[in-house]
């Protein structure tokens, strides 16, 4: 189970007791000169490390990050980058996420097709092949509380003492051009043995998941579930407009009917990819094929399934002409799920049950990952 699916049946179903985890209620980032704290964490290629993992190393960058923030996400590749450029310079690179995934609201996944629970990070360090200790401490946050992480990314580096020398953000600018190399420049100061010419700098991204904001996360499922659920007729006129697609929106269309047991199984995965991505320039839309004399039947599942999107239920009584309206490459198995740019150009299709990280990837991809594609 992926981790958009695992945050929505994990905040349905368990109530965090109490706030032991959440962050101290005046945290304080580390001064430069202050020692490194320790830390024992898992990682995603299967290890536990610590602090005396990288005692060999003359500088430290301990850096904190995470999967599903726009900004973080614009900064993997610079993070990667610095790895490769310093690896064989004896700097040591980790990267640790301090988010508990079960703070984090479904509408603070729109920028992504993954999460930041631990499961998802395994995922993102294999896609983007990352050569460095990716580490965990959404599970304690003690690490991310020690070191005072405010925001992703957050950069921390190290002298050989293992006394901080630098800290803040990694560049000024998240998908500009960039100005100011502080981390960069930080690490190439200390390689020749010279001052840090600026020690610290204000970071900017996404603030840290604090346990504490998962009560926020339960009652953002609970409003949702409370939204008002239709289902509209739609003729060949309507279906035709639908297809060509000529709106701002990515549109996603999913079609099925009450008698398909995996249709309804896959529901509660549209549930989820509608609140990720609905405030975005993106719709979701659902057509049952079922008798129209049923109507009341489908309407009934989709409010069970708190499915609050654009519901229709056809009018047309040929599926074959229903199907060339839609799509001339859809065969007539259920479920049926088609991802339509603006324009009509059809990015995903798919004649089976949806793998639903194949879906919110090709969404995220095509609305963008940062900031810099956030819509006017």
Request: include cysteine; hydrophobic fraction near 40%.
């Amino acid at each position: 189970m992926h981790q958009s699916t695992l945050v929505f049946v994990c905040l349905l179903s368990g109530i965090w007791a109490g706030n032991a985890h959440a962050a101290p209620p005046q945290l304080t980032t580390l001064e430069i000169g202050d020692p490194a704290p320790d830390f024992k964490l898992p990682a995603t290629d299967g290890r536990e490390y610590q602090l005396k993992d990288f005692a060999s190393a003359k500088l430290l960058l301990v850096i904190f990050t995470c999967n599903h923030c726009p900004t973080a996400q614009a900064y993997e590749t610079r993070i990667m980058q610095l790895h490769a450029d310093f690896k064989d310079k004896n700097v040591a690179v980790v990267a640790i996420s301090p988010n508990d995934d079960q703070a984090v609201r479904l509408d603070e996944l729109g920028y992504t097709d993954l999460g930041d629970s631990f499961a998802d990070m395994k995922l993102r360090a294999k896609e983007r092949d990352f050569k460095f200790p990716y580490l965990y401490d959404g599970e304690t946050q003690k690490t991310s509380a020690a070191y005072g992480v405010v925001a992703t990314p957050q950069v921390y580096l190290f002298d050989q003492d293992r006394k901080l020398r630098y800290v803040g953000r990694i560049d000024d600018s998240e998908v500009k051009t960039v100005s100011s190399h502080d981390a960069r420049n930080a690490i190439e100061a200390l390689l020749a043995d010279k001052k840090v010419p600026v020690e610290k700098t204000r970071t900017f991204g996404c603030s840290t998941k604090w346990s504490d904001k998962r009560a926020d996360a339960v009652a953002s499922i609970a409003k949702w579930d409370q939204e008002p659920v239709k289902l509209e007729n739609l003729d060949e006129s309507a279906l035709t407009k639908l297809a060509k697609n000529d709106t701002e929106d990515l549109l996603l269309v999913n079609v099925w009917a009450t008698w398909c047991v995996p249709c309804q199984t896959e529901l509660p995965e549209f549930v989820t990819m509608n609140r990720m991505y609905r405030g975005r320039k993106f719709r979701l839309v659902t057509i049952s094929i079922d008798e129209f004399d049923q109507k009341d039947r489908a309407l009934k599942v989709l409010k069970e399934k708190h499915l609050s999107a654009t519901n229709y239920i056809s009018t047309i009584e040929n599926k074959d002409r229903l199907a060339d309206l839609l799509d001339k490459q859809w065969d007539g198995p259920l479920p049926y799920t088609v991802l339509i740019a603006p324009g009509g150009k059809v990015l995903y299709r798919k004649q089976a049950p949806i793998e639903p990280l194949e879906v919110r990837r090709a969404i995220a991809d095509f609305l963008g990952r940062t900031y810099a594609s956030r819509e006017k």
